[in-house]
């Protein structure tokens, strides 16, 4: 992989959701300095971490708050 796609998340501050319980396996989130968004797994946090463009969050975090995803 290029050094260009790596993104270093070691300084990240990773958070979950205000309504996610502790005892409650959730996805955190990481508002990174370069505007790109970390997700990774809340019970594997050494785990892989997915990364998105802040545009491409801002268009997904729009859409749940359209209920884009709701299940019927």
Known sequence: MSDKYQ????????????????????????FLPSGVVGVRDSKNPDGPALVFGGGAWDAFAAAIADGEFHRS
Do not use: M
Request: hydrophobic share 40%; charged share 30%.
């Open 7 to 30: 993104i270093d998340l070691a300084g990240a501050r990773w958070f979950k959701s205000t309504r996610s319980s502790a005892t409650k396996d959730c996805v955190e989130i990481a």
